[in-house]
């Protein structure tokens, strides 16, 4: 029985010239079409050979070709509906970019720019001089220049300011971020020696004062973006910091994490410290991410004193962690959306998603729980309810913003099946669980119908 089966399989050659799969040619390169077709009949020798394959029609075959080639030439980096209702979601890209950032990245992708070109003599200019007017602008500090993400401004403003030195860091500061961004180890990787002061609950002025040596280096400060600490508390303010770091000659640095640089509480949403308020309150660098609520392209941004930003840029590690044309052109559309504050709730996505009115989001609810009620049929239970949408990104960690949602259950399949359905959708939807159901939380759904999946074949 098998045998005969595997007898009947055709040669690479003659599957590579079926009919079904000729069509695939006109596209791809007759190569990847026999490794295609290759990797077919290896398949479905082994299901022969293993038992698990009895038969054997005509088009088995060049549909798993066809398959095999699709695994390699799909792309790899697909739209996501994100139904999440967390804004700056970090497994799916965080910020959404505007429309101008997006203008602004086609025109650096498809054209020579003045990245690093004085345009008054020809000669060769700072790409950072692209962005550094807009962030002094924004800030009020005397200088900026921009790396990859966060991870790297801290990394390298450290190591430029204290290679060798203290770094005098709270212990209640000690954050990690997910993705092993752990502050502990940047230190370490900065070359820099990490002095713990305080406790995990309270630090006081005293704790840094009296740890301050010869060789240290840098004050430190994190903004604990992902967790809070309360109760029993004390933390030193920055500006007290910023007042000992003057008095010892001592640079302080603040990791600002998400950056804000308008006030959320305008908004009616909680308040994020603004870089602003820090370097008004004397730090001598601030660093924070483009793509948390900035709302921008992942990015760094290193903001602060002159003559610290200055031998910043000249440390060899920043031309390492230098960010390129595509993010500097996003960067600049972001900032530039930020000159008009009035518009910033219509214009920067990630501010509209966090401010959408209740109301709206609760018609796209509705009209996505219609769609979904009709195109997902029998057993299903489509409700819509209040939920909470959170900002994401480690910013204001349990403060969640009202939201409405469409609930979806199903009489026989729990929540993980129907999530599983609605990711293999194209594009994949991703809502999320809460209390054993699935949910859509529309607040980052701008189209109804993109939160409407078909089921997949293998669902019954
Ligand atoms: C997010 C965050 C980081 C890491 O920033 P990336 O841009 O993701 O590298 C570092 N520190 C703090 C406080 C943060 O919130």
């Not at 077919?40 to 038969?55: K, L, N, T």
């Not at 219609?370 to 049929?377: D, F, H, K, Q, V």
């Amino acid at each position: 029985m098998s045998k005969d089966l595997l007898r009947r399989l055709p040669s690479v050659d003659e599957l590579a010239r079926d009919p079904a799969l000729g069509g695939a040619l006109s596209t791809h390169s007759r190569a990847l079409v026999t490794e295609a077709a290759r990797l077919a009949i290896d398949v479905v020798r082994d299901e022969i050979r293993e038992g698990r394959r009895r038969s054997l029609s005509m088009d088995d075959l060049p549909v798993i070709a066809l398959e095999k080639l699709r695994d390699v030439t799909a792309p790899a980096l697909k739209k996501v509906v994100n139904a999440t209702g967390t804004v700056i979601h970090t497994n799916a890209g965080r910020a959404v970019l505007s429309k101008t950032a997006m203008d602004a990245v086609m025109l650096a992708a498809g054209n020579n720019v003045n990245l690093e070109l004085d345009l008054a003599t020809g000669g060769r200019g700072e790409r950072d001089c692209l962005v550094e007017g807009l962030v002094k602008r924004l800030t009020g500090a005397e200088a900026a220049c921009v790396v990859n993400n966060n991870a790297a401004a801290v990394l390298l403003c450290l190591n430029t300011l204290a290679e060798d030195k203290e770094v005098i860091v709270s212990r209640g500061e000690l954050i990690e971020i997910g993705g092993s961004f752990r502050l502990p180890d940047v230190i370490k990787k900065s070359g820099c020696v990490m002095v713990e002061v305080g406790t995990t609950n309270r630090t006081h002025p005293a704790d840094y004062s009296s740890a301050v040596t010869d060789n240290t280096g840098v004050l430190f400060k994190a903004h604990t973006s992902n967790y809070e600490v309360v109760g029993f508390t004390a933390e030193v303010a920055l500006s007290e910091l910023a007042e000992m770091g003057r008095k010892g000659g001592i640079p302080v640095v603040e990791d600002l994490g998400s950056g804000t640089l308008v006030d959320l509480s305008r908004y009616g949403l909680p308040k994020e410290p603004l870089v602003a308020e820090s370097i008004k309150a004397g730090a001598d660098i601030v660093t924070f991410s483009g793509d948390k609520l900035l709302g921008g392209p992942q990015a760094g941004i290193i903001a602060g004193k002159k003559t610290l930003v200055d031998g910043i840029r000249k440390n060899p590690l920043k031309r390492a962690l230098r960010a390129g044309k595509l993010t500097l052109a996003a960067l600049e559309a972001t900032l530039r959306l930020y000159l008009n504050e009035e518009t910033l709730a219509d214009t920067l996505p990630t501010l509209r998603a966090l401010t959408r009115p209740l109301a709206e989001i609760e018609e796209a609810a509705q009209k996505a729980a219609t769609l979904l009620r009709a195109g997902l049929g029998d057993g299903f239970t489509v409700t819509v309810e209040d939920g909470v949408s959170v900002v994401g990104g480690g910013t204001l960690p349990g403060r969640g913003i009202p939201t409405k949602a469409v609930a979806i259950t199903h009489a026989r399949k729990g929540p993980d099946a129907i999530a599983r359905a609605f990711l293999a959708n194209d594009p994949p939807i991703l809502g999320r669980i809460n209390k054993d159901r699935f949910l859509l939380d529309m607040r980052t759904v701008e189209r109804p119908e993109d939160a409407v999946a078909s089921l997949p074949p293998s669902w019954d």
